[in-house]
């Protein structure tokens, strides 16, 4: 159900993502019979975060090559001495959901999976300096705590997403050098996204003319197309 079927089609990172959680992870927790009590409905969040931070590490190699540690060991949200988070580029609030994703020159390979959009806490996504992350950019419409998304300096192409810029509270957005092509959906980015300020598209193959009347109508300090 996570996964629309993905995760019972053998090798896909999403049927990896749920072995791991039926047979290889350190917490292993059980999903709940139900979910009528507070306990129950806790620890089917965190199977699901769980999830989509598993498919996320087959889907994209995190720890590839060594650049990112910790991953898929133990709790995603404890500490280690001073070194910070045990898995590198997670930090969680204090009740334990994943708020910030910070993966930089991680030798990523592979697709951002759809998955992602699983952690509805998340204010900050950053993934950027990966040339040999490919694919398009999910629909992450459920991500409604964004505050900052920073997908640059990839190889990902197709259209910018209408979820995109339906995220209404986000103030920072940097899509920049990629491959990604199509229009800019100013109306619609106008609408929904009056708190944004920066905005940087450049070193891409879009499209399309910009009318200023509309983005009047946003808190936008920054543009950066070119």
């Known amino acids: 159900a996570l996964s629309d079927g993905k995760s019972s089609s053998v090798g896909t990172p999403q049927f990896k993502a749920r072995n791991w959680l039926l047979f290889d992870d350190d917490l292993n927790l059980h999903l709940p019979y139900s979910g009528e009590n507070r306990e129950d409905s806790e620890v089917a969040g965190r199977i699901q975060q769980r999830f989509a931070l598993a498919t996320m590490y087959y889907s994209m190699g995190v720890g590839e090559g060594g650049a990112v540690k910790g991953w898929l060991e133990g709790d995603e949200c404890r500490f280690v001495s001073d070194y910070g988070r045990a898995w590198d580029g997670v930090d969680c609030n204090e009740d334990g959901k ?9 030798n990523l390979q592979g697709t951002i999976p759809q998955e992602i959009a699983l952690l509805t806490d998340v204010e900050n996504l950053i993934i950027k300096n990966n040339q040999n992350l490919v694919g398009e950019i ?23 997403p209408n979820s995109v810029f339906k995220l209404a509270h986000l103030v920072y957005l940097n899509l920049a050098d990629n491959k990604l092509i199509g229009e800019v959906n100013w109306e619609e980015m106008a609408h929904h996204q009056k708190k944004i300020e920066r905005l940087i598209l450049h070193n891409n193959f879009l499209e399309g003319s910009i009318d200023f009347h509309i983005l009047a109508k946003t808190s936008l300090l920054l543009l950066v197309l070119r």
């Open 98 to 106: 994943v708020r910030a994703i910070a993966l930089d020159a991680a």
């Open 138 to 160: 999910p629909h992450i419409g459920k991500l409604s705590q964004l505050r900052q998304l920073g997908l640059y300096g990839n190889n990902l192409g197709g259209n910018i």
